[in-house]
């Protein structure tokens, strides 16, 4: 299945026509890869780590965002961490062979720009601080080079995302070390950030870093009125806080919108709730996701966004076995038959906390005025 994600969505460019497959900018791959070739399709193909979720939703799917119009050329490249950042980043990670060589990969068409990373932890010793350091150094040094410095969302997958690593978590060192690109680029980690997810990927798989940016087009950063925003998160979730906003609201060419909202799951203010009931954390992910569309309405300026049950979900499930209480949560939530569980993708993750056992993202559209 492909599931079409439209950043323009001008009265020359219509997702549903020929020339949506000429406009492909990123085609993230979601679970095991099927035969349905998503790097033919114009764009870069990007394999996620995540295994799907036998089972569930349609199965193993490509999300495509589409970007300029389909007579636009399409640039795409890649530069080596090497060329983007050696002569920036000085810590020894940058300077192994193995790392030094990574290429970032990028499409660019029109306004918009689409890049990919996938780092091997090639010394662990380094740790994964340093390994998000130079994925995100060498993702803004591309930004900045291509002419792209808005970025509308991050997609981040890591192994290992609760394992300890040196007396810290995982997941709070890749904070670390994704703040310390922000600081290094002058990019606002705090408040302002983009939207973004991360998830914990399978033992060996790389770090793997995607980024969707604009020339022009800057989204509206969105906060959840039931939680504290991440990057205000105490220091009890780790001695820097996570750099993304709740969502990302994006004012399209045609007058309608689009919302990136971010992983999203079972917190209120900054505390986990619902400890080891994966029922209860999904009808609590749901009530934020809601709260979070409602925060774009107020902000959409007249523009419209669709209904939760509308949405485009991908859905991260930490044990396989919970997939079923979850699929039934979701029921009572959206209603049964709602177009967001037909197109849903289901994938098996570890989440951010290891007292958290699911996590929502999505893409919720609007029409555009009459």
């Known amino acids: 299945m492909i599931r079409l994600h439209d950043l323009d969505l001008s009265a020359t460019s219509n997702p549903a026509s020929h020339g949506a497959a000429a406009r492909v900018l990123l085609a993230q791959r979601l679970g095991q890869p099927t035969g349905e070739g998503a790097a033919s399709q114009g764009g870069s193909a990007m394999d996620c780590a995540l295994p799907l979720l036998a089972g569930q939703g349609v199965g193993a799917a490509s999300d495509h965002w589409l970007g300029g119009d389909a007579d636009q050329p399409t640039h795409t490249g890649e530069t080596t961490v090497a060329e983007l950042i050696g002569a920036v980043i000085t810590h020894p990670a940058a300077r192994h062979p193995a790392i030094a060589s ?11 720009l689409a890049a990919a990373i996938d780092l091997p ?3 662990e010793g380094e740790g994964l601080q340093a390994l998000a350091d130079v994925a995100y150094g060498a993702l803004f040094a591309l930004l900045h080079a291509r002419g792209t410095p808005h970025v509308l969302r991050f997609w981040n997958y890591l192994a290992r995302i609760n394992e300890d690593a040196g007396g810290l978590e995982r997941y709070r060192r890749f904070n670390r070390g994704r703040q310390d690109a922000f600081a290094r680029a002058r990019r606002n980690a705090l408040e302002g950030s983009p939207a973004a997810s991360a998830v914990g990927s399978p033992a060996g798989a790389p770090l793997q870093v995607r980024v969707i940016a604009s020339a022009s087009r800057a989204s509206l950063p969105v906060e959840n009125p039931r939680q504290v925003s991440a990057y205000h998160y105490p220091s ?29 799951a079972s917190i209120l203010g900054h505390a986990t709730v619902h400890v080891g009931d994966v029922r209860a954390q999904t009808h609590e992910a749901c009530r934020n996701l809601q709260a979070v569309l409602a925060a774009a309405r107020a902000q959409a300026a007249g523009r419209t966004l669709a209904d939760l049950r509308d949405a485009c979900l991908t859905i991260y499930v930490r044990h396989p076995q919970d997939a079923p209480a979850v699929a039934a949560a979701l029921a009572e939530q959206l209603g049964e038959g709602a177009p967001a569980l037909a197109t849903a993708v289901w994938l098996q993750a570890d989440i951010c906390r290891d007292d958290l056992l699911v996590e929502i993202e999505g893409v919720v559209n609007g029409a555009a005025p009459g």
Not at 245 to 256: V, W
Request: hydrophobic share 40%; charged share 20%.
């Open 102 to 112: 990574t290429t970032v990969r990028w499409c660019q068409r029109g306004d918009w």
């Open 236 to 264: 009890a979730y780790g001695p820097v806080a996570p750099s993304f906003s709740r969502a990302a609201l994006l004012p399209r060419a045609d007058g309608g919108a689009l919302l990136a909202i971010s992983g999203t």
């Open 121 to 123: 932890e090639a010394d």
